[in-house]
């Protein structure tokens, strides 16, 4: 019977990786970096959420973050069979190589807990529990910290792709070369960010 137990078990083992892959595709909070950047997050907001409520409680805290992290999740923020939201993970939880990134708990505070951070708090905006002035102040401020990580990683990208180009030049001209195409992309990036978050918004 060896050889249709191991049949069985290569055919369970099979099974196990495509239930695997279906969830991780298309869902990447479910993965170590998504749940801390969950977790950086949900420590970033506290700040702003007891300037706004002073007298609440953590627990108030939690069920406020909570309700509307799940209302990102349900409109697939997080996951990656939308292409429009998957593109704009790029630089933020995986490179152009397609490996994750940024998955450092120091990282996922600069990088993947400001991008959930900022999808929460327009949604909480939408729902009216945050004051437009305080939304704008801490979206403005935090998006161009995002943005400022996301074309790091664009010149990384830049580097990759242009050093054929410029083998036979010195390494400050590929730099300059590779800094003006992260600029480039990061201003497309921002766009299309932006213009994800507006339908939040009129919704």
């Known amino acids: 019977m060896a050889g249709a137990i191991d049949y069985a078990k ?7 990786r ?29 700040p702003l959420y007891k300037q706004v409520f002073p007298t609440d409680t953590h627990l108030e805290f ?28 790029k630089h933020v939880t995986y490179d152009h190589n397609e490996r994750v990134v940024n998955y450092r708990f120091n990282d996922v ?14 949604y ?8 437009n002035n305080i939304y704008k102040d801490y979206f403005l401020k935090e998006l161009q910290a995002l943005e400022d990580q996301v ?12 050093k054929d180009d410029y083998h036979a030049q010195p390494v400050l001209v ?17 766009k299309r960010f932006n213009t994800e978050i507006e339908k939040i918004t009129v919704s």
């Not at 495509?18 to 993965?31: A, E, G, M, N, S």
């Not at 909480?124 to 004051?131: D, K, L, P, Q």
Request: glycine residues 6%.
């Open 62 to 89: 939690s069920k406020w973050f909570e309700r509307y992290l799940n209302l990102s999740i349900e409109d697939v923020w997080y996951g990656l069979v939308n292409e429009d939201r998957r593109n704009l993970l």
């Open 151 to 162: 074309e790091k990683g664009y010149e990384k990208q830049g580097r990759a792709l242009l």
């Open 10 to 16: 290569e055919d369970l083992i099979e099974d196990f």
């Open 124 to 131: 909480a905006n939408r729902a009216g529990t945050i004051e």
């Open 109 to 122: 505070k600069k990088v993947l807990g400001r991008y959930v951070s900022l999808v929460v708090i327009t």
């Open 18 to 46: 495509d239930i695997l892959t279906d969830i991780f595709d298309q869902d990447f909070y479910r993965r170590d970096i998504g749940l801390r950047g969950i977790m950086a997050s949900f420590s970033q907001l506290r």
């Open 174 to 190: 590929l730099k300059k070369a590779a800094k003006e195409y992260a600029a480039e992309q990061t201003e497309q990036w921002l």
